[in-house]
């Protein structure tokens, strides 16, 4: 069964960078021909893409986020990984981690709260 | 991109359907079978309920149903139980190979 597993700080400060990792379990990131996808839900307030990576690295990124955002990939743990540089409060929300089966999520984590808080 | 628009709310009695609607433009929803559906209930993560405008994963119930009419798509609950409460996202692949999601619609069963 696939599983997939956000980690991070919890908090971050104002202007730092947010880091989170997603740990994919049940599944290669290599060798399958999907891409791997995060997204966010501010509390109490709907769902937002942020972007998806291929194994290869090719990357996808909402035009909104795209100048903050970077996502990486490490086949030898079987995760990718989300950045987001220059944070501020709006950033704080829920992040998910999801596979993206051809145009569709289909497997999702359960989530990390990221606060930006100083 | 901007958010899909969904009505902010539905509701409907025990045993009859009601229907959400997923507005975009030839953009997305309009321009692509790719809508896909989301029901998230309370502290949980979303789960993919219809993708590709109409097509059910396994164990989905099938009183849940999609289908899509020029830029706007729709989910149809049939048989409405108090379970269903919960909120509901439709999700669109874009002309410019990123993704949006709609705006949320909380279900009520009275």
């Known amino acids: 069964q696939l599983q997939l597993q956000e980690s991070g700080p919890g908090l971050v400060k104002p202007s730092e960078t947010l880091s989170l990792t997603c740990t994919v379990s049940g599944d290669s990131i290599s060798s399958s021909s999907n891409h791997w996808g995060w997204i966010r839900q501010p509390p109490g307030k709907g769902l937002e893409w942020i972007g998806n990576?291929?194994?290869?690295?090719?990357?996808y990124y909402n035009p909104s986020l795209k100048s903050r955002v970077t996502m990486t990939v490490d086949t030898s743990k079987n995760q990718f990984s989300l950045k987001l540089s220059s944070v501020t409060a709006a950033d704080t929300a829920l992040y998910y981690c999801a596979r993206l089966s051809w145009r569709f999520f289909d497997y999702w984590g359960q989530g990390a709260l990221l606060t930006v808080s100083s | 991109q901007s958010a899909l628009t969904q009505p902010a709310s539905v509701s409907g009695s025990p045993g009859q359907s009601i229907t959400i609607s997923c507005t975009g433009t030839s953009s997305d929803v309009g321009g692509y079978n790719y809508v896909s559906w989301y029901r998230q209930s309370p502290g949980k993560a979303p789960k993919l309920m219809i993708f590709?405008?109409?097509n059910r994963p396994s164990g989905v119930s099938p009183r849940f149903s999609g289908s899509k009419s020029g830029s706007t798509a729709s989910l149809t609950i049939s048989g409405l139980q108090a379970e269903d409460e919960a909120d509901f996202y439709c999700?669109?692949?874009?002309?410019?190979?990123?993704?949006?999601f709609g705006t949320g619609t909380k279900v009520t069963v009275l």
């Open positions: 999700s669109s692949y874009t002309s410019s190979n990123t993704y949006v």
């Open positions: 990576i291929f194994y290869s690295g090719t990357t």
């Open positions: 590709e405008v109409r």
